[in-house]
């Protein structure tokens, strides 16, 4: 009979043990959120996904070299100025976001920035291209631009190459003119 009643106390005791805990932490602030409705307030200086600016990018390929993983991948339409971005890849399954890849940037159009949710469920996943898709039709206008420009510098150089020709042409011709003859009548000092 003493044990029940021991047992029950033991009960009752606990139970407010508990119910007091439960209480004064349903009356404190949230230190969880209600992800994703809720985001929380990321701190100046993270280093998240990558933002890039495909309009101020030259192409330069300083980034990827500058990579200690090797997980930009960037592939181009065209050299120089002319380079159309085809791909611009980071694969975040190899990504340390150790800010490397941006310090070499001349046009400073790629940067880390605060998004983080990178969840999925495949590696593939894990990859994120950052080029704009290019429609058939803009890849096809700017292979004839690609072509043309490549016409135009080969008929500048074959322009470029017959003016010097010509030049060498009459420079010979020239000194050929003013060099003297066999049959030329002597100086006064008795030179030919
Ligand atoms: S943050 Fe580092 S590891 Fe990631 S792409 Fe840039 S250089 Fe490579
Ligand atoms: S370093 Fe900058 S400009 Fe050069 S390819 Fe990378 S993002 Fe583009």
Known sequence: MKDYFRNLW?????????????????????????YPEERPVIPAGYRGIHGYDEEKCSVCKSCAAACPVDCITIEQLGRGKDAMVMRFEVDYSRCLF?????????????????????A??????????????????????????????????KAKAAAAAAAKAKKEAETKAAAEASAPQAGDAPTRDGAA
Do not use: N
């Not at 150790?98 to 990178?118: F, V």
């Open 10 to 34: 033991a009960g009752i005791v606990t139970t407010w043990v508990g119910m007091r805990l439960t209480l004064r932490y349903l009356i404190k602030p949230s230190v969880t959120l209600r």
């Open 98 to 118: 150790c800010d490397l890849c941006t310090i070499p940037c001349p046009t400073q159009c790629i940067w880390l920035s605060e998004r983080y949710d990178l």
């Open 120 to 153: 999925g469920y495949t590696r593939e996943e894990c990859r994120i291209d950052f080029a704009r898709p290019k429609s058939p039709e803009e890849i096809a206008a700017h292979e004839e631009l690609l072509r043309k420009k490549e016409e135009e510098k």
